[in-house]
């Protein structure tokens, strides 16, 4: 039996960015099973629901090329691109359904739902369809549109369906129905245009739509004449379907028959999660990898977003390795635990080790991501490869906990896990001078783990040294390294244990912090040289030290052919008033002829300021070998990267980032993005508005080019917030760059002046830290203000760790945003507040919670706490009754049956009303009798949506004259919160 079917694509307001635009018709039609495609001048068809066509939709009307390629825009969708002699009007948008009138064509919208979908009505809201302007530059005539229907190919007749306006001005233009379809005139100010689409008997459906455009009605004198070309014609924009029909897809048993009696609520369903089938694939250059994806949790039709990133391999260039996706969708329908995609290697004449690519999931629950997929070198026909041992799932080391903490003069043990491979494996292991100092405040280790086959847990100790000095609590970086590391480092705390007769710890006298960075972005070594590596520092000038690594780029510092000898963990120290040191990276020898390789270098365990920096390492041909095994690209490669590594802007602002660009000049062009620091750009207070992709172009000779960031204002007294600024998809020089935005205190309000340090007192109380309560609270969505306090000696600046931890909410399953920063304390300043955002998601769940912790200090009660976060839909839920019964309704008269809620009527709602299939004898929907209704309906019944706020709507039935009378029985839907009447029953004489 047929079961109903409801949905919509669009949205009945103008689109803000281009996410909501693409969530809201592409994603939407996917997700519903729908095709949307446009039909160009020239006949051909392009898929509108693909990556590529997809990645090139913008708002914009002058981004070159995306504004000529994009079918969307702010009203709606339409057709991509223009025609011959179309204006050249930059603030022109091509996105619309254009009618050409020098050739008499029309692009063309399809819009087609699956097969066994029988669509029955639909509402259809148009935007951009103008009536005749006074001005004569403008439109000279009423804007013409077009809609055909068809089913299973066929084009069905509209005169076979009832259409009814929705949103007519007092003086409409009449809707033309007939066999070719549906014509529309433009006749309001603002472009809008809705209609009906009703079906005449149940022997009726279409399943696909086809949007045109049609010359001009009633033109001026002037345009109707002119035997030039013309550049304007109709044209407008689809901005919204909501439709209603059936699934006549055959099914083995019969559906039973639904009566008025309240379909009880269905329990709440388990959610998808969604991972890679494996942690690793392998395939040979020139091959296609498949790549399975398996969902467990929920088995109802869902989807998740996949991606391939750049790792060793490269998706760009002139020789790139493989065919990058930057954004797909596997569908999985009811019961379906698996689906895939491919990924194609590409062939090249290069002999080369191994090369990697990184495969994502993203949008929706993901249980495990990233999986590494490894192209193997096959070498031209003459060479002799080197082989490749047969892959084992690695084993993958981190630190049981992310901080340990140790009284001087005790021991601690360190746990470190394992998850992955499970055979015989070791990871090595490291303690580096954070505060604390080898051998003065600890024993100093460095060591292997062996982990048996099947173990999972491994330890070691580190002990902590007595001392007669009374002293602030000291770190230890705890490192992993030799392996595959998922976290690292963790941070050991000595806590002072004071001399027996002495006082508590005094705490310091606060001095500046050194700041460490490279002093280059970029490095450059040969092969079988060696690199030396400069970092500076500013800021504090007392004696300091910090962290170095190097991290494999397209570089290996492993394997059986080396690229260079990688360091995992290393110290730099500065003496008292030293701003340089350096490191020294060794370049190593191989008979491979290849391009240059990248080292990531990078800072770590202190305060840095630019991190990492780049070392290319330069191919050294072996002797008698000519150093051109490709050929020499014709241009040299652009080299793009920030002017500055830092910005600045006030709240509400706008700040301009500057990109340059070194070494080719050919016109080119470079991705940036914006990423959350401890600013945001999502949530109900964002801090800023934030750009997942965008395109600096760059034409031949330009060295700079710039886009902005919107500072947003709040209401919030608060400290500075960072925004990190990223280029990618290129040849990029240094990358990060950092945006800082200051606070601007909201008009009334005095922001917190920084006291004049004061001499710190002789065995002053200990400067303590805790939070202003053990437990906060906040609605999913909303942004939870977190006090931490401190006490005792506040008279100098300090710091404290704030941090976020899992507890029944998970980061990785956005429920929250996860912290961990370090909070700064001005001199007399007694407490700071850290933002803490939640996540809103739709699955209506009980109350969960997150860890706060406080670290790397000394620490007063409570100094653990807990936020919960409230799901707000989770109570006063929304329940539907009907009104009293309406009176019989006279032959060829009207009445009016109401429907009802209550509980959370402060949000708005919808609930589908169902009609008892008639019996014999007994009157039908859409023939004996019409419900009227602005939302979309159906001969098996119709929604109704509900206004926040709004608790009553009524719907009238027309009695069709001289037809058939009696009794109309409803009920609601299923999936209702239903309250009592849960049915009603009309009565037509």
Same mark, same amino acid.
């Given at each position: 039996?047929?079961?109903?079917?409801?949905?919509?694509?669009?949205?009945?307001?103008?689109?803000?960015?281009?996410?909501?635009?693409?969530?809201?018709?592409?994603?939407?039609?996917?997700?519903?099973?729908?095709?949307?495609?446009?039909?160009?001048?020239?006949?051909?068809?392009?898929? %509108?629901?693909?990556?590529?066509?997809?990645?090139?939709?913008?708002?914009?009307?002058?981004?070159?090329?995306?504004?000529?390629?994009?079918?969307?825009?702010?009203?709606?969708?339409?057709?991509?691109?223009?025609?011959?002699?179309?204006?050249?009007?930059?603030?022109?948008?091509?996105?619309?359904?254009?009618?050409?009138?020098?050739?008499?064509?029309?692009?063309?919208?399809?819009? *087609?739902?699956?097969? +066994? *979908?029988?669509? $029955?009505?639909?509402?259809?809201?148009?935007?951009?369809?103008?009536?005749?302007?006074?001005?004569?530059?403008?439109?000279?005539?009423?804007?013409?549109?077009?809609?055909?229907?068809?089913?299973?190919?066929?084009?069905?007749?509209?005169?076979?369906?009832?259409?009814?306006?929705?949103?007519?001005?007092?003086?409409?233009?009449?809707?033309?129905?007939?066999?070719?379809?549906?014509?529309?005139?433009?006749?309001?100010?603002?472009?809008?245009?809705?209609?009906?689409?009703?079906?005449?008997?149940?022997?009726?459906?279409?399943?696909?739509?086809?949007?045109?455009?049609?010359?001009?009605?009633?033109?001026?004198?002037?345009?109707?004449?002119?035997?030039?070309? *013309?550049?304007?014609?109709?044209?407008?924009?689809?901005?919204?379907?909501?439709?209603?029909?059936?699934?006549?897809?055959?099914?083995?048993?019969?559906?039973?028959?639904?009566?008025?009696?309240?379909?009880?609520?269905?329990?709440?369903?388990?959610?998808?999660?969604?991972?890679?089938?494996?942690?690793?694939?392998?395939?040979?250059?020139?091959?296609?990898?498949?790549? +399975?994806?398996?969902?467990?949790?929920?088995?109802?039709?869902?989807?998740?977003?996949?991606?391939?990133?750049? @790792?060793?391999?490269?998706?760009?260039?002139?020789?790139?390795?493989?065919?990058?996706?930057?954004?797909?969708?596997?569908?999985?329908?009811?019961?379906?635990?698996?689906?895939?995609?491919?990924?194609?290697?590409?062939?090249?004449?290069?002999?080369? #080790?191994?090369?990697?690519?990184?495969?994502?999931?993203?949008?929706?629950?993901?249980?495990?991501?990233?999986?590494?997929?490894?192209?193997?070198?096959?070498?031209?026909?003459?060479?002799?490869?080197?082989?490749?041992?047969?892959?084992?799932?690695?084993?993958?080391?981190?630190?049981?906990?992310?901080?340990?903490?140790?009284?001087?003069?005790?021991?601690?043990?360190?746990?470190?896990?394992?998850? @992955?491979?499970?055979?015989?494996?070791?990871?090595? %292991?490291?303690?580096?001078?954070?505060?604390?100092? #080898?051998?003065?405040?600890?024993?100093?280790?460095?060591?292997?783990?062996?982990?048996?086959?099947?173990?999972?847990?491994?330890?070691? &100790?580190?002990?902590?040294?007595?001392?007669?000095?009374?002293?602030?609590?000291?770190?230890?970086?705890?490192?992993?390294?030799?392996?595959?590391?998922?976290?690292?480092?963790?941070?050991?705390?000595?806590?002072?244990?004071?001399?027996?007769?002495?006082?508590?710890?005094?705490?310091?006298?606060?001095?500046?912090?050194?700041?460490?960075?490279?002093?280059?972005?970029?490095?450059?070594?040969?092969?079988?040289?060696?690199?030396?590596?400069?970092?500076?520092?500013?800021?504090?000038?007392?004696?300091?030290?910090?962290? %170095?690594?190097?991290?494999?780029?397209?570089?290996?510092?492993?394997? =059986?052919?080396?690229?260079?000898?990688?360091?995992?963990?290393?110290?730099?120290?500065?003496?008292?008033?030293?701003?340089?040191?350096?490191?020294?990276? /060794?370049?190593?020898?191989? =008979?491979?002829?290849?391009?240059?390789?990248?080292?990531?270098?990078?800072?770590?365990?202190?305060?840095? @300021?630019?991190?990492?920096?780049?070392?290319?390492?330069?191919?050294?041909?072996?002797?008698?070998?000519?150093?051109?095994?490709?050929?020499?690209?014709?241009?040299?490669?652009?080299?793009?990267?920030?002017?500055?590594?830092?910005?600045?802007?006030?709240?509400?602002?706008?700040?301009?980032?500057?990109? $340059?660009?070194?070494?080719?000049?050919?016109?080119?062009?470079?991705? %940036?993005?914006?990423?959350?620091?401890?600013?945001?750009?999502?949530?109900?207070?964002?801090?800023?508005?934030?750009?997942?992709?965008?395109?600096?172009?760059?034409?031949?000779?330009?060295?700079?080019?710039?886009? /902005?960031?919107?500072?947003?204002?709040?209401?919030?007294?608060?400290?500075?917030?960072?925004?990190?600024?990223?280029?990618?998809?290129?040849?990029?020089? #240094?990358?990060?760059?950092?945006?800082?935005?200051?606070?601007?205190?909201? &008009? @009334?309000?005095?922001?917190?002046?920084?006291?004049?340090?004061?001499?710190?007192?002789?065995?002053?109380?200990?400067?303590?830290?805790?939070?202003?309560?053990?437990?906060?609270?906040?609605?999913?969505? =909303?942004?939870?203000?977190? $006090?931490?306090?401190?006490?005792?000696?506040?008279?100098?600046?300090?710091?404290?760790?704030?941090?976020?931890?899992?507890?029944?909410?998970?980061?990785?399953?956005?429920?929250?945003?996860?912290?961990?920063?370090?909070?700064?304390?001005?001199?007399?300043?007694?407490?700071?507040?850290?933002?803490?955002?939640?996540?809103?998601?739709?699955?209506?769940?009980?109350?969960?919670?997150?860890?706060?912790?406080?670290?790397?200090?000394?620490?007063?009660?409570?100094?653990?706490?807990?936020?919960?976060?409230?799901?707000? /839909?989770?109570?006063?839920?929304?329940?539907?009754?009907?009104?009293? #019964?309406?009176?019989?309704?006279?032959?060829?008269? =009207?009445?009016?049956?109401?429907?009802?809620?209550?509980?959370?009527?402060?949000?708005?709602?919808?609930?589908?009303?169902?009609?008892?299939?008639?019996?014999?004898?007994?009157?039908?929907?859409?023939?004996?009798?019409?419900?009227?209704?602005?939302?979309?309906?159906?001969?098996?019944?119709?929604?109704?949506?509900?206004?926040?706020?709004?608790?009553?709507?009524?719907?009238?039935?027309?009695?069709?004259?001289?037809?058939?009378?009696?009794?109309?029985?409803?009920?609601?839907?299923?999936?209702?919160?239903?309250?009592?009447?849960?049915?009603?029953?009309?009565?037509?004489?």
């Amino acid at each position: 039996m047929a079961t109903q079917i409801t949905g919509s694509l669009g949205t009945s307001t103008n689109y803000s960015s281009i996410s909501d635009l693409i969530a809201k018709w592409p994603t939407a039609a996917q997700n519903q099973g729908i095709q949307l495609s446009g039909i160009a001048f020239d006949g051909v068809e392009t898929n %509108y629901t693909n990556p590529t066509a997809i990645s090139n939709l913008t708002l914009a009307t002058n981004e070159n090329p995306k504004s000529w390629l994009s079918y969307g825009a702010p009203g709606g969708i339409g057709a991509a691109s223009d025609y011959p002699g179309w204006f050249t009007d930059a603030t022109k948008n091509r996105a619309e359904l254009n009618h050409d009138p020098n050739t008499n064509k029309s692009q063309v919208l399809k819009v *087609k739902w699956a097969d +066994n *979908k029988d669509i $029955t009505s639909a509402t259809i809201g148009l935007s951009g369809l103008l009536p005749k302007s006074s001005s004569a530059v403008n439109d000279q005539g009423n804007e013409v549109g077009l809609l055909k229907l068809f089913n299973n190919g066929a084009e069905v007749s509209a005169s076979n369906f009832t259409i009814t306006r929705v949103n007519a001005p007092a003086t409409a233009k009449p809707i033309g129905v007939s066999s070719d379809g549906v014509t529309f005139t433009g006749d309001r100010a603002d472009g809008n245009f809705t209609f009906q689409i009703q079906a005449n008997s149940t022997s009726v459906a279409f399943d696909e739509l086809r949007f045109s455009a049609k010359p001009y009605d009633s033109p001026t004198a002037a345009y109707a004449t002119s035997t030039s070309i *013309k550049s304007d014609s109709s044209d407008y924009l689809v901005r919204s379907i909501q439709y209603q029909g059936l699934d006549v897809t055959p099914t083995p048993t019969p559906t039973p028959t639904p009566t008025p009696t309240p379909t009880p609520t269905p329990t709440a369903t388990t959610p998808s999660i969604f991972q890679f089938a494996q942690p690793n694939y392998t395939v040979a250059e020139g091959g296609v990898a498949t790549i +399975n994806v398996t969902r467990t949790g929920g088995t109802e039709a869902a989807s998740i977003n996949y991606a391939t990133l750049d @790792g060793s391999a490269s998706s760009a260039g002139t020789a790139p390795d493989y065919t990058g996706t930057a954004a797909g969708l596997l569908n999985f329908a009811a019961g379906q635990t698996t689906a895939s995609f491919t990924v194609t290697a590409l062939s090249d004449l290069i002999v080369e #080790s191994p090369e990697t690519v990184n495969l994502v999931l993203f949008g929706g629950n993901v249980g495990s991501s990233p999986s590494i997929l490894t192209i193997n070198d096959v070498p031209p026909n003459g060479t002799t490869p080197t082989p490749t041992p047969t892959a084992t799932t690695p084993s993958i080391f981190q630190f049981a906990q992310p901080n340990y903490t140790v009284a001087e003069g005790g021991p601690v043990t360190i746990n470190v896990t394992r998850t @992955g491979g499970t055979a015989a494996a070791s990871i090595n %292991y490291a303690t580096v001078d954070g505060s604390a100092s #080898s051998p003065a405040d600890y024993t100093g280790t460095a060591g292997t783990l062996n982990f048996a086959a099947g173990v999972t847990t491994a330890s070691f &100790t580190v002990t902590a040294l007595t001392d007669s000095i009374l002293e602030s609590a000291e770190t230890v970086n705890l490192v992993l390294f030799g392996g595959n590391v998922a976290s690292n480092p963790s941070i050991l705390t000595i806590n002072d244990v004071p001399p027996t007769g002495t006082g508590t710890t005094p705490a310091p006298t606060a001095t500046t912090p050194s700041i460490f960075q490279f002093a280059q972005p970029n490095y450059t070594v040969a092969e079988g040289g060696v690199a030396t590596i400069n970092v500076t520092r500013t800021g504090g000038t007392a004696a300091g030290s910090i962290n %170095y690594s190097t991290l494999d780029g397209s570089a290996s510092s492993t394997g =059986s052919a080396p690229d260079y000898t990688g360091t995992s963990a290393g110290v730099l120290n500065f003496a008292a008033g030293q701003t340089t040191a350096s490191f020294t990276v /060794t370049a190593l020898t191989d =008979s491979i002829l290849e391009s240059p390789e990248t080292v990531n270098l990078v800072l770590f365990g202190g305060n840095v @300021g630019s991190s990492p920096s780049i070392l290319t390492i330069n191919d050294v041909p072996p002797t008698g070998t000519t150093p051109t095994p490709t050929p020499t690209p014709a241009t040299t490669p652009s080299i793009f990267q920030f002017a500055q590594p830092n910005y600045t802007v006030a709240e509400g602002g706008v700040a301009t980032i500057n990109v $340059t660009r070194t070494g080719g000049t050919a016109a080119g062009s470079i991705n %940036y993005s914006t990423l959350d620091g401890s600013a945001s750009s999502t949530g109900s207070a964002p801090d800023y508005t934030g750009t997942s992709a965008g395109v600096l172009n760059f034409a031949a000779g330009q060295t700079t080019a710039s886009f /902005t960031v919107t500072a947003l204002t709040d209401s919030i007294l608060e400290s500075p917030e960072t925004v990190n600024l990223v280029l990618f998809g290129g040849n990029v020089g #240094s990358s990060p760059s950092i945006l800082t935005i200051n606070d601007v205190p909201p &008009t @009334g309000t005095t922001p917190t002046p920084t006291p004049t340090p004061t001499p710190t007192a002789t065995a002053p109380a200990p400067t303590t830290y805790f939070f202003s309560a053990a437990n906060y609270s906040v609605n999913e969505g =909303s942004t939870a203000p977190i $006090t931490i306090n401190r006490s005792g000696n506040v008279t100098a600046p300090s710091v404290i760790l704030f941090s976020t931890g899992d507890g029944s909410a998970q980061a990785t399953a956005a429920d929250y945003v996860s912290v961990a920063q370090t909070i700064n304390f001005a001199a007399g300043q007694t407490s700071v507040q850290v933002p803490v955002q939640t996540l809103f998601d739709s699955l209506t769940e009980p109350t969960e919670t997150v860890g706060l912790f406080l670290s790397g200090g000394s620490l007063a009660s409570p100094s653990l706490a807990v936020l919960s976060i409230i799901d707000p /839909t989770a109570v006063a839920p929304t329940s539907f009754y009907y009104g009293s #019964s309406p009176d019989p309704i006279a032959d060829g008269g =009207s009445g009016t049956f109401t429907i009802n809620r209550t509980g959370n009527t402060s949000v708005s709602a919808s609930v589908d009303y169902l009609i008892v299939p008639p019996g014999p004898g007994q009157p039908t929907n859409t023939i004996d009798y019409t419900i009227m209704s602005p939302f979309p309906t159906s001969f098996t019944g119709g929604t109704v949506n509900f206004n926040p706020g709004q608790t009553s709507v009524s719907l009238m039935i027309n009695n069709t004259p001289g037809l058939t009378g009696g009794g109309v029985s409803l009920g609601f839907g299923p999936g209702a919160n239903i309250g009592n009447p849960p049915s009603t029953a009309i009565t037509l004489i």
